[in-house]
């Protein structure tokens, strides 16, 4: 009887783990899924949750986008700060190099940016830094803050991009005129030699194009 047994243990117990390693796989993405879900909706409870299950904090969606990437795109400041006291990787970069510094000074998020630098977010880096993807969109109090926390105002992004030529770019006036009397450089040019007031000409921004060519811009 014992030998009968013995067998047929043995094809429960590999019968067993056959389905449970079928279903492993779903049960972690329903998971991922839901943490995915609950961090772009900013659902404080469930992310928490899902972290004390074992949820890795540093996970990533297809793109590289860690969690704390997404919280900061998405304009959640708790999730944010919860990341960072969960001890999140804040300078990972996704597989634009977009890193959740950038991406929250592209979306002007100050508030973010604020608890990413205090965090040791890099201010610097090759590319576009957060100052010219802040200056890009127009978004004032994060360029005056970057730049208060020491980003180089003539930093280049890998076209040759600077946040004076990115304000002249876009129309952003009141900008512009602030990054040049800060002492942004005019004459710089980009990988297409094209300068700032190359820029605001080629997009009709005549009033940043005028005081340029003030400034006596070349």
């Not at 030699?193 to 009709?204: E, F, S």
Request: proline residues 2%; contains cysteine.
């Amino acid at each position: 009887m014992t030998s009968l047994r013995t067998p047929l243990l043995t094809t429960l117990a590999a019968l067993l783990l056959a389905i449970s390693c079928f279903f492993a796989p779903t049960a972690k993405a329903a998971v991922y899924d839901e943490m995915m879900t609950a961090v772009k909706l900013g659902d404080r409870s469930a992310v928490v949750e899902l972290l004390n299950r074992g949820m890795d904090v540093n996970t990533s969606d297809i793109e590289g986008n860690t969690l704390l990437m997404l919280a900061a795109r998405e304009n959640h400041p708790e999730l944010v700060a919860l990341f960072i006291g969960q001890r999140a990787k804040i300078n990972a970069r996704n597989m634009h190099g977009d890193s959740a510094l950038r991406l929250a000074a592209y979306a002007g998020r100050l508030v973010i940016v604020q608890r990413l630098v205090e965090a040791g977010a890099q201010i610097e880096m090759e590319g576009w830094t957060p100052l010219i993807y802040a200056a890009f969109n127009g978004h004032t109090e994060v360029v005056e803050y970057l730049l208060a926390q020491g980003a180089n105002l003539n930093a280049v992004s890998e076209s040759g991009m600077t946040a004076l030529m990115a304000a002249a770019r876009g129309g952003y006036t009141d900008l512009a005129k602030r990054l040049v009397t800060l002492g942004a450089d005019i004459n710089l040019k980009d990988s297409n030699g094209r300068t700032a007031l190359d820029w605001a000409t080629r997009t009709r921004n005549t009033t940043i194009a005028d005081f340029l060519r003030a400034q006596e811009a070349k």
